[in-house]
Nanobody, 120 residues
Framework: QVQLVESGGGLVQPGGSLRLSCAAS????????MGWYRQAPGKGRELVSA???????NYADSVKGRFTISRDNAKNTVYLQMSSLKPEDTAVYYC??????????????WGQGTQVTVAS
């Protein structure tokens, strides 16, 4: 079992910045990909950004150039630095961590979600 604890959400004005963190609990499993999804009111969950254990990243087109994902493998922690925030970035942000047993089993764990509200 892997538990994810998110932090860093809140209310910010348009153009402002926030940094989200998500720490995975210690586990016998290897944590491979980590990332962030978001879900706005009345919409489905969408990928924001993801990062492999080796540091390769991908971003949704809507956040490219504004958001930066990073991770600390020693701490099993993923970060999302969000800048130039827009009202349309308002959503609940969920982190995920993909655990792997080194053989054939893998499972995606999810955080509890953290609210990000961009408004003046």
């Amino acid at each position: 079992q892997v538990q994810l604890v998110e932090s860093g959400g809140g209310l910010v004005q348009p153009g402002g910045s926030l940094r989200l963190s998500c720490a995975a609990s210690a586990s016998i499993y290897r944590i491979n990909d980590m990332g962030w999804y978001r879900q706005a009111p009345g919409k489905g969950r969408e990928l924001v950004s993801a990062i492999t254990r080796g540091g390769s990243t991908n971003y949704a087109d809507s956040v490219k150039g504004r958001f930066t994902i990073s991770r600390d493998n020693a701490k099993n922690t993923v970060y999302l630095q969000m800048s130039s925030l827009k009202p349309e970035d308002t959503a609940v942000y969920y982190c995920h961590a993909d655990a792997w047993d080194g053989r054939s089993w893998s499972y995606r764990y999810w955080g509890q979600g953290t609210q990000v509200t961009v408004a003046s």
